[in-house]
């Protein structure tokens, strides 16, 4: 993250003596990004943040073998259609993925154990409900809407407050606002469509008291649970450039233009190899004969998965795709709006409707991406077909 934020209690000087009541020093750890070169945080634990008791293999509880999008097709997947499961880390169940990043859908209502991703960063976007997403950095509340981006060795867990759905995004590396958002020094400038007060980091310290507390984490090789001697979360205060944050896609300021505006103006955050955009509704394009809608399209060194999360999405209509579905139109296919789709745009325009309730989240990668086997359990065979009837 760009901006410096402080919670809770520290030196005034870094790297100095820092002592608890009791006298004894609190334990100053730094996490930071690429080697020291980048962007970091200083915290302060109550316990050695190394003592760990053990450390055992985990076998993963969800299936992770990636199919190749093979014959090449566009796809439908119905999210709406996937059942309850897990808890928002082990629930999970992998719909697309590739070296860069994995995508996947949960729907839960059970609280998870603590997980630390140390493979890279997590964007997960919450469909529906409300969780409490808790961290050695404090804690965050967030509901339907709300990107939690989490930074890469976060020890984390979620707590849903009853049933949750969620789009994850993991990525192999670090998730951050794209860079023609951002000052040279980090400040968000004025044509963003989003700013610094739009985000919302950890208020203040989270304090949780325990003994040989289990840690899930995920690295390369897979999945290890290490046993703490005591509760990572003992941070007494933190301050730095690096912490999870909560951005609400409703707070996402639209860029509207005379004729339409291709997506990277509802580029949201920007990954190794891929971007993640927030399609909110918004007026629509303003020429008298605008066409509304977007035109025929070949991104040729892109897959564009899409989650439709809300509203109604005129230029899928006829389709089957409805809220929670997600499409995945690949690199080497054409795709556009559905036949009849631009005529009717143009005469709900004609009739006085001049803004569009879309609500859509979508990951476009630089790489092909793999079909997880979630996505093909709910995949819609009909769809490939809908321009051609
Ligand atoms: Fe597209």
Not at 69 to 77: A, E, G, I, K, Q
Not at 96 to 111: F, H, I, K, L, Q
Not at 183 to 198: I, V
Not at 245 to 259: G, H, M, Q, S
Request: charged share 20%; glycine share 8%; net charge negative.
């Amino acid at each position: 993250m760009p901006y410096y934020r402080m919670v809770g209690e520290v030196p005034r000087k870094r790297h100095v003596q820092f002592r608890r009541p009791d006298g004894g020093l609190y334990a100053e750890e730094l996490m930071g990004e690429e080697g020291f070169s980048s962007d970091s945080s200083l915290l302060y634990h109550r316990h050695l943040p190394t003592a760990i008791l053990k450390s055992e293999a985990v076998e993963p509880t969800a299936a992770t073998a990636l199919t190749p999008n093979l014959p090449l097709s566009p796809r439908h997947f119905r999210t709406q259609d996937l059942p309850v499961n897990g808890d928002l880390v082990t629930g999970r169940g992998l719909l697309a993925g590739n070296a860069d990043v994995r995508m996947s859908y949960v729907a839960t209502e059970t609280p998870s154990e603590l997980y630390r991703n140390s493979m890279g960063d997590e964007c997960v976007y919450i469909a529906s409900g409300r969780v409490r997403f808790e961290s050695t950095y404090g804690v965050i509340e967030a509901g339907e809407g709300d990107y939690v981006v989490i930074p890469t060795g976060t020890i984390h867990r979620w707590v849903p407050e009853g049933r949750v759905t969620a789009f994850t995004i993991e990525a192999a590396g670090h998730i951050r606002p794209p860079k023609r958002y951002l000052s040279k020094h980090g400040q968000f400038l004025e044509h963003a469509p989003y700013c610094e007060r739009d985000l919302r980091g950890p208020q203040e310290p989270l304090i949780v008291e325990g003994e040989e507390v289990p840690v899930l984490v995920r690295t390369r090789g897979g999945l290890t649970r290490l046993v703490y001697r005591n509760h990572p979360f003992d941070v007494v205060g933190w301050d730095g450039c690096l912490y999870p944050f909560a951005f609400n896609i409703n707070d996402f300021e639209p860029i509207v233009k005379l004729t339409h505006a291709p997506p990277p103006v509802h580029q949201t955050f920007e990954g190794p190899n891929f971007v993640i955009c927030s399609f909110c509704p918004r007026p629509l394009d303003f020429h008298p004969e605008a066409i509304p809608i977007p035109y025929n399209h070949h991104n040729v060194d892109s897959d564009e998965l899409m989650f439709y999360a809300g509203g109604d999405y005129t230029a899928r209509r006829g389709s089957g795709i409805d809220v929670g579905s997600i499409s995945l139109h690949p690199a080497g296919f054409t795709h556009g709006p559905q036949p009849g789709a631009v005529e009717a745009v143009i005469e709900a325009v004609r009739q006085g409707h001049s803004t569009t309730s879309e609500l859509a989240v979508m990951v476009d990668t630089f790489r092909p991406l793999d079909l997880g086997p979630a996505a093909l359990s709910v995949e819609d065979p009909a769809y490939a077909w809908t321009w051609a009837r």
